[in-house]
C-alpha cells in the first residue's frame, strides 16, 4: 500500500504544474493590454496603458510572468471578478456552499438508491427489477444531463409547479439575511433547522430538488451498472454458496458477506462520482439559475470575465484533484489486496 | 512479408479464440462482422447514425431553405407543411437548422475522436514499444492529463479557442486521448515480445516499420471501440459547451445552441427545445450502442 499511495503522491506536484502551466498558458492567449486593462482603476489610467503593462510585469519574459502569478495565486489573490461584483476569492467562497449543498443531495440519494437497485438487480438476474435497471440505465446513458434539466424544468416548474428555480423565495432569502438568522454552516437546509425555521428548510429544499433530480437520475444509471455487475461476481464465489450451505439466511448472505466484497468498486466509483459532481453541476446550475459555483464559472467564461474564469477553473481543478487523490487512497485502504500486497 | 503479416493476425486470431471451437476458413474480420450483426442495439445505432450522416451531408436536397435564411413574418410558427418542424424566433426554419447542425455536430465528433485515436495510439504505441525511461514520461504525462479536471478547463480552453469549428476539435482532443493511449501500451507490451515482432526485426525491419506496420494493426480493435465512444462524448461535450454559449457560436448552428437559443422561448414554443434535444440524445444512443456492439464484436473481453 506504501508504494502505490507514495506514487500517487509522488504525481500530485505533477498534476499541480500540468494545471497550472495549462490555464496560464491560456491566459496568455488574451493580449497584455487587455489584461493590463484588468488592473486599471481609473479611466484615467487607460491613457497609459503602456505603464500599468510594465509596473504590473506584463512586458516580461512568460517564465518570470508564470512565477509572478504562481505567487499570487499563493496569496489567493485572483484578482476582481466582474460578474461577481467581488474580488474572485471572496466569490469562490460565496458561491460554493451551494454547490457543495447540491452536491450532498445528489450523492446521498444517487449512492443510497443506486447500490440498492444494482443489489435488487442483481440478486433478481433476469427478473423484472433487473429489466427495469436495465432500461432505466440505457434510456439516461445518452440523455445529456441539460435536455434532461429542461424537460424536468418544463414539468415540475412550468407544469406543477413544484420545484421553482434559484436558491431561496424572496421571502425567505430575506428572511436568512435578516439577524434573527445565524449561518453556522452556510448549508441552508442545514442553517434553516439549526435556527428552527422548517418553513425556510422546506423552501431550500424545494428549489434544490429541481438540479439535484436532473443529476440524481443521470447519475445513479453508472452506479447501478456497477453494483450489478459487483454483486453478480462475488455471488458467484464459492464462499457465498458455502455461507448458504451452511444455512445462513439470505439475507445475511446478500448484505453481510457478499456485498461487503462488492463495495470494493462501488466505493471508489463513488468517491470519484462526488469529487466529479462538484465541478459537473454547472450545466444544472446553470437551467436552475441555482447560484452556486458552476452557474457563476459558466457565466464568467461567457462574459470573458478572466480572473472569475481563472479562479473557478483554479478551485474546481485542485478540488478534483484533492478528491481524487482521498479515492486512491481510500481504495488503496479497503482493497486488502493493494493494502497488503 | 505479406505471409509474415498473416502470421501476425493469425497469431492473434488464435490468441482471441482461443477458447472457442474451431472456426474454419474465417478472418478476424469476417468473425467480427458475424458477431456484430447479433448485436440488433448495435445494428439500430448503426443505421440511426448513418442515416443523421445522409441528413448532413444531402442537407442541401433536402430542404428549400438557406439555415440562415429568416423570415419575420412567420416566426415561432407551429410545425406546418412548407416548415415541417416549424421557425424559431428569427423565422428560421428548424428542419434545415437541425440538418446542418447535424453537419457540425458530427464533423466535431468524428475529428476529435479521430484526433485523439491518433495522437492516443502514437503515445500508446511509441510508449509501449521503446519501455524504459520513454514509457515513463510518456505514461507520467498520460496520468497527470487523466488528472486534470476535463471540464473547468474545457471552458476556459473553449472560451479562448472556441467559436469556431476547429477550435473546439482541438479542445476536445487535447482532453480524449489518454485512455486510448494506456489500451494501445499495453498491447505494445504484449505484442513486441511476440515472434513476429522478432522475425521482422530479424529481416531488418526498422523500428517505425515494426511499431506501425507490424505491432499498431493488432492493436488497432480496442482503439475503434475507444473512438466510437469518444465520438458520442464529443458530441454531448460540444452540445454542452454550445449550450452554455462558448461552443459554436449562432449563426453557425449546432444542436447546443439551437438548444440554448430554445430555452429562451420554452413556456411559449417548447418544441423548440424538443427537436435539438432528441437529436442530441439519439446520436449519443446511438454512438453508445455502436461503441458496445463493436466491443462484443471486436473482443468479448475488453472493457473500455
Do not use: I, M
Given at each position: 500500500m506504501g508504494a502505490y499511495v507514495a506514487r500517487r503522491f509522488l504525481l500530485l506536484p505533477l498534476v499541480a504544474f500540468g494545471v497550472t502551466v495549462l490555464i496560464f498558458a491560456l491566459l496568455q492567449l488574451v493580449s497584455p493590454e487587455q489584461r493590463a486593462a484588468l488592473f486599471?482603476?481609473?479611466?484615467?489610467?487607460l491613457a497609459q496603458l503602456s505603464n500599468v503593462i510594465r509596473k504590473y510585469g506584463l512586458d516580461q519574459p512568460v517564465y518570470v510572468q508564470y512565477g509572478m502569478w504562481l505567487q499570487e495565486l499563493a496569496h489567493g489573490d485572483l484578482g476582481w471578478s466582474q460578474t461577481a461584483r467581488m474580488p474572485t476569492s471572496e466569490a469562490i467562497a460565496a458561491f460554493f456552499p451551494a454547490t457543495l449543498e447540491l452536491t450532498i443531495y445528489i450523492f446521498v440519494p444517487v449512492v443510497l438508491i443506486g447500490v440498492w437497485l444494482g443489489t435488487q438487480a442483481a440478486v433478481h438476474k433476469d427478473r423484472f427489477v433487473d429489466h427495469f435497471s436495465r432500461l432505466f440505465a440505457i434510456s439516461l446513458r445518452g440523455m445529456p444531463s441539460f435536455v434532461w434539466g429542461l424537460i424536468l424544468l418544463m414539468v415540475?416548474?412550468?407544469?406543477?409547479?413544484w420545484f421553482p428555480p434559484g436558491r431561496l423565495s424572496l421571502e425567505a432569502d430575506l428572511f436568512t439575511k435578516?439577524?434573527?438568522?445565524?449561518?453556522?454552516?452556510?448549508l441552508l437546509t442545514v442553517d434553516a433547522l439549526l435556527n428552527g425555521q422548517g418553513w425556510i428548510f422546506v423552501d431550500a429544499i424545494k428549489h434544490i430538488a429541481g438540479p439535484a433530480l436532473t443529476l440524481v437520475l443521470v447519475e445513479m444509471a453508472l452506479l447501478v451498472r456497477i453494483t450489478r455487475s459487483s454483486m453478480l461476481e462475488v455471488l458467484r464465489q464459492d464462499y457465498v454458496r458455502t455461507g448458504r450451505a451452511k444455512g445462513l439466511a439470505e439475507p445475511v448472505v446478500i448484505n453481510r458477506h457478499a456485498r461487503r466484497n462488492a463495495l470494493i468498486p462501488i466505493i471508489t466509483l463513488s468517491s470519484l462520482l462526488f469529487v466529479g459532481l462538484l465541478g459537473g453541476v454547472v450545466l444544472a446550475e446553470t437551467i436552475f439559475n441555482f447560484p452556486g459555483i458552476g452557474k457563476w464559472g459558466a457565466e464568467a467564461a461567457v462574459q470573458l470575465d478572466i480572473p472569475g474564469v481563472t479562479g473557478f477553473a483554479i478551485f474546481v481543478a485542485g478540488l478534483t484533484v484533492l478528491g481524487n487523490l482521498a479515492a486512491d487512497v481510500l481504495y488503496a485502504a479497503i482493497d486488502p489486496r493493494i493494502r497488503l500486497g | 512479408m505479406t505471409d509474415l503479416r498473416q502470421g501476425a493476425s493469425g497469431a492473434v486470431l488464435a490468441a482471441s479464440l482461443a477458447a472457442r471451437p474451431e472456426v474454419g476458413g474465417e478472418g478476424y474480420w469476417q468473425i467480427a462482422w458475424r458477431r456484430f450483426k447479433k448485436h440488433r442495439v448495435a445494428i439500430v445505432g448503426a443505421s440511426v447514425i448513418l442515416l443523421f450522416m445522409a441528413t448532413a451531408v444531402f442537407a442541401p436536397f433536402l430542404t428549400?431553405?438557406?439555415?440562415d435564411q429568416i423570415d419575420l413574418y412567420r416566426?415561432?410558427?407551429?410545425?406546418?407543411?412548407?416548415h415541417p418542424l416549424g421557425t424559431d424566433e428569427l423565422g428560421h426554419d428548424v428542419f434545415t437548422r437541425l440538418l446542418y447542425a447535424g453537419r457540425i455536430s458530427l464533423t466535431v465528433g468524428f475529428t476529435a475522436a479521430l484526433t485523439a485515436a491518433v495522437l492516443g495510439t502514437l503515445v500508446g504505441g511509441i510508449s509501449g514499444f521503446y519501455g524504459r525511461w520513454l514509457d515513463n514520461v510518456l505514461m507520467r504525462v498520460t496520468d497527470v492529463m487523466f488528472s486534470i479536471p476535463a471540464l473547468p478547463v474545457l471552458i476556459v480552453l473553449a472560451r479562448y479557442m472556441g467559436g469556431s469549428v476547429l477550435g473546439i476539435v482541438l479542445v476536445l482532443s487535447v482532453f480524449a486521448w489518454m485512455g486510448t493511449a494506456r489500451l494501445v501500451r499495453g498491447d505494445m507490451l504484449r505484442l513486441r515480445t511476440q515472434d513476429f515482432a522478432d522475425a521482422a526485426r530479424a529481416l531488418g525491419a526498422s523500428d517505425a516499420r515494426i511499431l506501425f506496420r507490424h505491432l499498431v494493426p493488432n492493436a488497432l480493435a480496442p482503439v475503434l471501440v475507444a473512438g466510437t465512444l469518444t465520438v458520442g462524448g464529443a458530441i454531448l461535450s460540444e452540445a454542452g459547451l454550445s449550450f452554455l454559449g462558448i461552443g459554436i457560436q449562432p449563426p453557425t448552428p449546432s444542436w447546443g445552441n439551437m438548444l440554448q437559443n430554445a430555452q429562451d422561448f420554452i413556456w411559449t414554443t417548447p418544441w423548440l427545445a424538443v427537436w435539438p434535444g432528441a437529436m442530441i440524445f439519439l446520436t449519443v444512443l446511438s454512438f453508445n450502442f455502436l461503441g458496445d456492439g463493436l466491443r462484443d464484436a471486436l473482443d468479448p473481453r475488453l472493457k473500455v
Open positions: 486599471v482603476t481609473d479611466v484615467k489610467q415540475f416548474y412550468g407544469w406543477l409547479n435578516s439577524p434573527q438568522f445565524h449561518s453556522y454552516t452556510h | 428549400r431553405y438557406e439555415f416566426r415561432k410558427a407551429v410545425p406546418s407543411f412548407s
